[in-house]
């Protein structure tokens, strides 16, 4: 498991791998489970992943840079057990909507006005020819 004084270097090791594999380093998303980002954000060497984000990479949920990967926090239960955190280089994946329903509701209970409705199911494929950009970290 991952603790406050292994997951900065265990975040560049994954970097590095990638770069060694000729991925750009620019262009890099670091998608990290809740539970980690707390200790990444308690560990000795991050002064303040927040640092001085626009307001346009905060409506996307980017919180803040390491090892210039944008760090985006998302959900424990989007990973599987073991999967610590994703580094992924844009555009080495492709990334479809595989279904979009919505529904308008023109005299919803408790509303003055239409309520809509939906759900949208995403789905992701990693493309061989660009494996070496998704780097992941995971306990065995």
Known sequence: KLTKST????????????????VPEGGRTLYI??????????????????????????????????????????PDGWFPEGFEFLIKYKGCTADPVKLQNYHIRKDAQGFDGPVVEGRVYYDSFVLDAKKAGVGVYKIS
């Open 33 to 74: 489970p809740n539970r980690n980002y707390q200790l990444l954000v308690q560990a000795d060497a991050v002064v303040n992943i927040h640092g001085d984000m626009a307001g346009k990479a905060v409506e996307n949920g980017v919180v803040g840079t390491i090892d210039r990967n944008k760090v985006v926090p998302v």
């Open 7 to 22: 997951i900065l270097p265990a975040i560049i090791a994954v970097g590095g791998a990638m770069s060694n594999e000729l």
